[in-house]
């Protein structure tokens, strides 16, 4: 079974500045899709960013960029320009596509989220 | 365009009980999945229904149940319930199986309460 480990339970950063955000997972599968998810008060899950394992070259979306590390199984997520609207939050999440799962089905397997503090 | 759309937002059952969870897929999804998140926890898949079957299933007892529509929409179901039950129960929706590009929209979630 896989496993996501978020270490920081809670992390905070200055309005403006850049914060890192640490995921490590365990896998013995060579492909998978891996996201980071932002969770706001109203507790709607809203997609951050995704990255397929195939790929080397690391996602970005606008602000958020990752770093991808498939030999050391991490994914970290870097937040640039930080804004208030940024607090929140935030679960790295695993989802498998091995053809011997049934082809990617949907389930994905969560961390236990690190929560984002932006001090104005 | 409707999102993900879940009812009810809070309930509060006795232990024992059972409850029923409700969703509607955003527009257009046609498979959907259930989520429990325990406060401080991230979510844990229960399963996921497509074509009105269930097709996955995470590490949930028995007492967890679902049902998907013709119209995709789906229900859980929980029976004898325990107040380990106490969670934010999420909906998922997408579109097919396996089909990573589609992005899975979430909703608000049911709060239960069991006391």
């Known amino acids: 079974a896989q496993t996501v480990t978020q270490s920081q339970p809670e992390m905070s950063v200055q309005e403006a500045e850049t914060v890192t955000l640490s995921c490590t997972y365990d896998t013995s599968e060579s492909d998978y899709y891996l996201f980071w998810y932002k969770q706001p008060p109203s507790r709607q899950m809203i997609l951050v960013i995704r990255q397929e394992a195939y790929k080397q070259q690391n996602a970005t979306e606008n602000r958020f960029s990752v770093n991808f590390q498939k030999a050391a199984k991490s994914f970290s997520l870097k937040i640039s320009d930080s804004q208030l609207g940024d607090a929140a939050m935030y679960f790295c999440a695993y989802r498998s596509d091995s053809m011997y799962s049934g082809g990617g089905a949907d389930g994905l397997t969560f961390g236990k989220g690190t929560h984002l503090i932006i001090q104005p | 365009d409707a999102g993900v759309t879940q009812s009810p937002t809070h309930l509060i059952k006795t232990r024992g009980q059972q409850v029923t969870l409700r969703c509607s897929p955003k527009?257009?999804?046609?498979?959907v999945s259930w989520y429990q998140q325990a406060l401080g926890q991230g979510p844990q898949f229960i399963f996921q229904y497509y074509e009105e079957e269930e097709r996955q299933r995470g590490n949930f007892p028995d007492r967890f149940s679902g049902h998907q529509f013709p119209n995709y929409s789906s229900e859980l179901n929980v029976n004898a319930l325990l107040l380990g039950d106490s969670a934010l129960y999420l909906c998922?929706?997408?579109?097919?199986?396996?089909?990573?590009?589609?992005?899975?929209?979430f909703g608000e979630g049911s709060w239960l309460t069991v006391v």
């Open positions: 998922a929706s997408s579109l097919g199986r396996g089909a990573w590009r589609n992005t899975i929209y």
């Open positions: 527009s257009g999804h046609d498979t």
